[in-house]
Nanobody
Framework: VQLQASGGGSVQAGGSLRISCTAS????????TGWFRQAPGKEREFVAA???????VYVDSVKGRFTVSRDNAKNTVYLQMNSLKPEDTAVYYC?????????????????WGQGTLVTVSS
């Protein structure tokens, strides 16, 4: 599975942005997919995940603001980010796994996409 993230950019605090992750490879719909981020000077952290049954999980800091979704026909996963804060500034990475959400959130995904930069200014 190869993953390509896109859609990052700069936005003011309170604004919205949607980033996408498109996969190549077969049976993408069967994969657990997720988003991670790495802010300057910080470790990479889990942000959100969506499994093959479209069940979703979010880190507490983005609950109610971010929405993860997937379009299996397009082999694409989205992260809609609303009410953005300066602390959301980071490089966002997508990933895919054939494991549990808990395992992926701790160990990272089996497959990583390249990052896309999101910058939120105050």
């Amino acid at each position: 599975v190869q993953l390509q993230a896109s859609g990052g950019g700069s936005v003011q605090a309170g604004g919205s942005l949607r980033i996408s992750c498109t996969a190549s490879g077969r049976h993408f719909s069967n994969y657990l997919t997720g988003w991670f981020r790495q802010a300057p000077g910080k470790e990479r952290e889990f942000v959100a995940a969506i499994n093959s049954k479209r069940a979703t999980v979010y880190v507490d800091s983005v609950k109610g603001r971010f929405t993860v979704s997937r379009d299996n026909a397009k082999n694409t996963v989205y992260l809609q980010m609303n009410s953005l804060k300066p602390e959301d500034t980071a490089v966002y990475y997508c990933g895919a796994s054939q494991t549990t959400t808990h395992a992926m959130s701790i160990r990272g995904p089996d497959y990583w996409g390249q990052g896309t930069l999101v910058t939120v200014s105050s």
